[in-house]
């Protein structure tokens, strides 16, 4: 079957049995804990905790999904970072009965067979899934034949996402010697300091790896003979397998990346973007130097998936954009790079001349058997963000040193407009600059295009509302890891010291600053946005003025 066709036949048959079907959340996640959404159960973690679901109590979704852990791996029979995650939700709809029979019955559906299947075995803190076991048995598995095996903690327990949140045992189904669907029963709540106790409603969290399920209904040998990639695989010729491959995944995820508003930068998910673009780079060269053209794979990937995920259309242009300017920017350094390793220059001058990042040194390295200090490295490359972050500091200190009464108004309005914009436009808005004037502020953030006038129109309106709201500013001081934990940072946190003041207004905004600010909004006057404009490859420019 097409996988465009089990798409589809998955969320049709769940919509047929009570669920709500429910749009893939962004492949940011609103927990700050995580840089990228993992799983499809992230974006319904409050309801598995009593919070009320807007979609009643059962939900399905189709999410994308990028993971970091796998990226070294990419290139073998079975690791992706991209992927996208069939999934059905329950927050105390049904138990494990109606899951497993789902899961059952739905494969059925789709004529796919279940080798066996997995159960949690049990262990100090948490006892044997009987029940689960039971179920299975009444549907014809068992131990004897070989069909259901139990499993520790390792293999047939899931979560949390983060540092806590839901998790429980999970049962497994196996098909074609490879793991589709893992169900999980979010019995617990699993603490920071990881002890469990009992969550309040039962919870259901499925999920299906969506490229593996096809494999598995197209009976290939592989993910990549998959439809899901002989499209973009068929405009990689070459016989570097590996190569291939890893193109061809880190395209797809670099697409989806960059249509969310990520632009490579040397820092949190812009560096994740710009490791695995300049890692398929390097690859590209391997290749016959004709043999394919990144940005035409890029436009072949919005063109596969542009019906279910519309903001890739919406964004193309931004998204070729940044893929050329990140490989024209690469490719100048990548070949005197190469030779430079080959003379043994060490990793550090690799990264900060050449952009090498270190995990392509190490890979590089790896191929060849040399050694690469690391320890080395990371010295250095301490040193070196200390400086960046002494002149940052110095920068920002000199910037309001003459904070006279206008621009300390700015500067709280400054908070207001970020906090504003992630209501409005999304949790993954970042601030990537800042300059205040006495007379009107600048912001630039991370957003593939141009807002309209609606949006400003919002904007404008919530900024001009918590101003009237007069709500009192209040500072804390407090260590640099505490704050991380309560604010969204705005900037790289290496720039800041350990002991870090946090301004925070009401519940609206709590960010990392060096302030000052006025005391209460309601000294700032009204609040207008004078201009939208671009100011780079996803990135807008707002300028607005307090009368
Ligand atoms: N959360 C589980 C997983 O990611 C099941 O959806 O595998």
Request: aromatic share 10%.
């Amino acid at each position: 079957m097409d996988s465009s066709k089990i798409r589809e036949e998955f969320l049709r048959f769940f919509e047929k049995r009570g669920h709500k079907i429910v749009p893939s959340s962004s492949l940011l996640p609103s927990d700050p804990s995580v840089l990228f959404t993992t799983a499809g159960m992230q974006q319904f973690k409050p309801y598995f905790l009593g919070e009320k679901s807007p979609y009643g109590n059962k939900a399905a979704s189709c999410q994308k999904c990028f993971r970091t852990s796998d990226i070294e791996e990419v290139g073998d029979e079975r690791h992706l970072t991209f992927f996208e995650m069939l999934g059905n939700f329950s927050f105390g709809g049904y138990g494990k009965e109606e899951a497993i029979k789902l899961a059952k019955e739905f494969l059925d559906s789709i004529n796919i067979k279940i080798d066996y299947v997995t159960v949690f075995a049990g262990d100090q803190d948490v006892p044997k899934d009987e029940e689960s076991a039971e179920i299975w048995e009444g549907l014809g598995f068992s131990e004897k034949k070989g069909t259901l095996k139990f499993c520790g903690r390792e293999d047939n327990f899931w979560g949390p996402t983060g540092e806590e949140g839901p998790c429980g045992p999970t049962t497994e189904i196996y098909s074609q010697g490879i793991e589709i669907w893992n169900l999980v029963f979010n019995q617990f709540y699993c603490h920071k300091n990881k002890s469990l106790t009992k969550l309040e409603t039962f919870g259901v969290d499925t999920g299906m790896g969506f490229e593996r399920l096809a494999k598995v209904s197209q009976n290939v040998p592989t993910i990549f003979e998959t439809d899901l990639f002989s499209t973009i695989l068929k405009e990689i010729p070459g016989t570097d397998e590996k190569a291939r491959r890893i193109i061809a995944d880190h395209i797809k995820a670099a697409v989806f990346l960059i249509s969310e508003g990520i632009i490579p930068s040397n820092v949190e998910r812009g560096y994740i973007l710009r490791r695995i673009l300049r890692r398929a780079i390097r690859y590209g060269n391997v290749l016959p130097p004709t043999s394919h053209n990144l940005i035409d794979l890029a436009g072949k990937v919005v063109e596969m998936y542009k019906d279910v995920y519309p903001e890739l259309k919406s964004s193309e242009a931004n998204i070729l954009d940044v893929i050329q300017k990140e490989e024209e920017k690469f490719e100048k350094t990548l070949g005197e790079g190469l030779k430079q390793f080959g003379k043994g220059l060490d990793a550090f001058e690799l990264y900060t001349t050449y952009g090498f990042p270190i995990e392509l040194t190490l890979e590089l390295a790896k191929e060849k058997g040399i050694k690469i200090d690391v320890e080395g490295f990371n010295k250095k490359f301490k040193e070196h963000q200390e400086i960046s972050r002494a002149g940052a500091e110095k920068k920002f200190k000199g910037g309001l040193a003459d904070a006279g009464e206008k621009t300390v108004k700015y500067h709280t309005a400054n908070h207001l407009l970020l906090a504003a914009l992630r209501q409005i436009l999304g949790p993954e808005i970042y601030q990537k600059g800042s300059n205040i004037t006495a007379e009107r502020l600048r912001f630039d953030f991370n957003y593939p295009q141009k807002l309209n006038e609606e949006q400003i129109g919002k904007i404008e309106n919530l900024v001009n509302q918590r101003i009237k709201d007069d709500i009192a500013i209040e500072m804390i001081e407090m260590s640099k890891d505490e704050a991380l934990k309560i604010a969204k940072i705005s900037f790289d946190p290496a720039k800041y010291g350990e002991t870090v003041k946090v301004y925070k207004i009401g519940d609206f905004s709590i960010e990392l600053c060096g302030g000052p600010h006025v005391q209460r909004t309601g000294e700032l006057g009204h609040f207008k946005i004078t201009k939208e404009e671009s100011s780079g490859a996803g990135i807008r420019r707002l300028r607005a003025v307090l009368e």
